[in-house]
């Protein structure tokens, strides 16, 4: 996964495998923090955008095709969401979406990059929108794997990774002992959803993400959708659970509470991306 970043005066791209992913527009920022550079760059097409080493992340105007498929069949389908737990998402968005529900108590947000957390506040400001002045949300700028690490037994009823890739800074969220530490805090019923990447653009990375969370859990599934600006177009999510794949099955009065402002996600589009699985990652899955 190694990629160059081509940078003239008026377009920035991502360069994977002989393909560059990219949007015309002005660079605003260029930091490197401890962990990785930030960019942020705002693009005539889709507003201000985030990178993270060379690697778009989100932008104002298309975040919604990432943010919702990732939260939504996880908190219409969990049997409480009282406390959520998110790893990784400085940008805000995951949180935006999971504080929409009245039942939930609180969030923990974990970052380890304050300065993802500070720039995104300030130049990505639709994205993480009112989550950041909410008094459910407790935002912790520490390591999420020592997070979890340290956390006791059942103690969420949520946990959502929403990680860069499993390169840089993201590379232990995707391990078996990082993920075998989510089930053990998760609580029965409880729900897991992380970001795992493109069955087109890293087939093996995505394959194995779904064969650990299967080996972990009694259940887990992977949706496929749509987020331009990511390497092949094509992204999924995966979800697990114990027992039941409750994510399956999305409860009527959440549906009903959030589906009428989401831009993407819909109980109908949901049953439509769990079964859009291509015929060679199935074949993958199911060998023996
Ligand atoms: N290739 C990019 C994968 C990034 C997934 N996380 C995006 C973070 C948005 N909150």
């Keep these: 996964m190694n990629r160059i970043l081509k940078e003239s005066l008026d377009w920035m791209d991502e360069y994977h495998q002989g393909v560059r992913y990219g949007l015309e527009g002005k660079l605003l920022i260029k930091e490197i923090s401890p962990f990785q550079e930030i960019i942020i760059f705002e693009s005539k097409r889709y507003g201000k955008a985030l990178l993270l080493d060379n690697c778009w992340m989100t932008t104002e105007k298309s975040d919604r095709y990432y943010h919702e498929p990732l939260i ?52 990505l400001t639709t994205v993480g929108g009112k989550a950041w002045s909410d008094p459910r949300l407790n935002l912790r700028i520490k390591n999420g794997i020592d997070w979890v690490k340290n956390t006791k037994n059942d103690y969420y009823d949520v946990i959502i990774i929403d990680g860069a890739d499993p390169i840089g800074p ?119």
């Design 72 to 123: 939504h069949p996880a908190l219409c389908g969990s049997n409480k969401i009282d406390n959520i737990l998110i790893i990784g998402g400085g940008d805000g968005g995951s949180a935006r979406e999971c504080l929409r529900y009245q039942e939930v108590k609180s969030v923990d947000l974990i970052e380890i990059d304050l300065q993802v957390v500070e720039l995104s506040k300030k130049y």
């Design 170 to 288: 993201s590379k232990g969220l995707y391990s078996n002992s990082f993920l075998s530490d989510c089930k053990r805090i998760l609580k029965p019923g409880g729900i897991l959803a992380t970001q795992s990447e493109s069955p087109e653009a890293f087939p093996e990375i995505h394959i194995n993400i779904v064969k650990i969370l299967r080996q972990i859990f009694d259940y887990a599934d992977p949706i496929y959708g749509s987020v331009s600006l990511y390497p092949s177009g094509l992204w999924s999510w995966t979800f697990a659970s114990m027992e039941h794949p409750t994510y399956k099955y999305p409860k009527e009065n959440r549906v009903e509470e959030i589906s009428k402002n989401c831009q993407i996600w819909s109980k109908r589009w949901q049953q439509g991306a769990f079964n859009t699985i291509p015929a060679f990652i199935e074949r993958e899955l199911t060998k023996e």
